[in-house]
């Protein structure tokens, strides 16, 4: 976050508050603020995917500077990024939902909570808010930023960081 301009202070940017409902997480744009839902947290696995989630919105934020509120496509591809490189479409949690593939599943699943987030957020249609999904999936799903990969695992994430910190040097030797 900090290469890419915003600081990130825990004590100001996270938030933990009662949610209504089944919310786990939210990022408030307004105030550049994480918050996640104390009441619907209840193990660690799930807590690193909400915050990964949120943190790529913030990355968004900063990076894209995404117009949450009037620009429906920004909104629709942060949360196709969120969906594909949090975790939310693991093999694991997918097991756990019972929903599982081979050809294609990690795009279905991912296109699917990205749907289930935007729904969630705005006031659209279900037609309004696929079309938006769809017209940004494939450019937002290609978008690994800043893991340059999808971290599939914890392995994977360890690969992702060790090779976003040797970026720099890379790019140096050319």
């Known amino acids: 976050m900090k290469q890419s301009g915003c600081t990130v202070y825990k004590e100001r940017h996270f938030s933990c508050e009662d949610c209504d409902g089944i919310v ?3 990022f408030d744009a307004t105030t550049s603020q994480i918050v996640l839902c104390q009441n619907n947290i209840h193990q660690q696995a ?4 909400v915050v990964t989630h949120e943190l790529i ?4 934020h900063c990076r894209a500077h995404v117009d949450w509120f009037d620009n429906f496509k920004h909104l629709a591809c942060s949360e196709v990024r969120a ?8 093999f694991s949690n997918e097991l756990s ?4 593939g081979l050809k294609q599943h990690h795009q279905e699943c991912v296109r699917d909570r990205a749907l289930r ?5 705005r006031k659209v249609s279900r037609e309004e808010a696929e079309k938006a999904v769809d017209e940004v999936f ?9 893991f340059g990969r999808i971290p599939h695992s914890k392995n994977d994430a360890k690969y992702a960081y060790r090779d976003f910190q040797n970026r720099d040097r890379y790019y140096a030797n050319l």
Do not use: I
């Open 24 to 26: 786990s997480g939210g």
């Open 46 to 49: 799930h807590m690193n995917r």
């Open 57 to 60: 919105h913030s990355f968004d």
């Open 83 to 90: 969906a594909n490189l949090s975790g939310d479409c693991s």
């Open 97 to 100: 939902r019972f929903k599982f």
């Open 117 to 121: 987030s935007v729904l969630a957020v």
């Open 138 to 146: 494939e450019s937002c799903f290609n978008d690994h930023e800043p």
